[in-house]
C-alpha cells in the first residue's frame, strides 16, 4: 500500500473508533452558492476517471458497509486531486450524527439502492450514462464541512462547489426520478425560476438534508449546466 493510500485509509478507519453520542444540532444554513461548473474557479479536470464497482468485496470497519469501497477508492483515485484542501471526514469530525452508527443516519441509499456512509452519494445526475459523486468533505485549515459534486465529463471529472463553510454533520442520498413538490410549491414561499413549485428529476438528483430537519435537492439543469437548488417541506 503506497503512502498516500494508507493516508486515506487511516482516516477512514479512524472515523468509526468514536462512541456514541444522542445530540445534534438543528440549525442549517440556507447560502446560495453559485453551481455552475465555473464555480470550481481554476481548479483543473480530474485525470483519467477511475469509476470503481460497487460490488468490490467487503472489508470495510464498521459501521462502513460494502458500497462504501467504492466511496473511499473514487475520492483517492480521483476526487482528491481536485479538491487539495480537503480530507474525507474523521473520529473528531463526527460529535453529533454522524456517530449515531447503529441508526437511520447509516442507512443513507445512493443510485444502485445500497445502504451506505451518510457524507456520500452517487448517481447520474446529468444524466449522460456515467456516475456522478458528491461529498460531504473537511476542510483542512479550520475544520469546516463543504459539500462537492464530482462532475462526469466523458472520461473525466470537473469539481462543483454546491455548499461551502457550515458546521451541522448533514447526510446526502440519491433522489430517483420523479416529480416533487418543493417547499414553494407548499406555500412556503413563493414560486419562481429558482424555485418552482413542481421541479423535475430527470435521473437522479442528489438530496441534501438534516437528519430530521430541512432538506434539499440539488437538480442539474442540462441547458444550463448549473445545478438548480429547491428546498422540500420539512
Known sequence: MTTRSASIALAAVTLFAACRATERDASVQA??????FGAAGAAPDSPRAVVPSATARCGMPEPLQCADRAYLAFFEHTAASLVPGYRLPSEPDSKYAWRLFDSFVYQTRDDSDSTKAPYWTKGDVNNDGTSDFAYILIRVTDGAKAL????????RYAVVALEEAFEDEMGLATQQRGSFTTAAGEGYGRPSPDEPAVVHVEKHAIA????????????WDGRAQRFLRVWLSD
Do not use: P
Open 208 to 219: 441534501f438534508f438534516l437528519f430530521e430537519g430541512a432538506s434539499s435537492l440539488f437538480v
Open 148 to 155: 462537492f459534486a464530482f462532475m462526469s465529463r466523458g472520461d
Open 31 to 36: 447560502a446560495k452558492r453559485d453551481t455552475t
